[in-house]
């Protein structure tokens, strides 16, 4: 018997894709569909927790780039 998965639509610049496609290798819990360039289908309980995993990716290249100014 066929089992529905609910999901969320993403779109997003293919940075921040590539963000969540290493995010999602690491425990392949969060991604239903891979639709193209720009667009991801997430699971709908997961959200959250991308989110976050995604702001830590993000401040963590933000920090690299700024210890480099130095």
């Known amino acids: 018997m066929p089992v529905a998965t609910r999901g969320v639509l993403i779109q997003c610049d293919p940075s921040i894709k590539a963000i969540i496609l290493k995010i999602n290798q690491e425990s392949n819990e969060y991604i ?39």
């Open 32 to 70: 239903i569909e891979d639709l193209d360039d720009q667009t991801l289908v997430i699971k709908e309980d997961k959200l959250a927790s991308l989110k976050y995993r995604l702001d830590e990716e993000l401040a963590n290249t933000q920090q690299m780039f700024d210890s480099d100014d130095d």
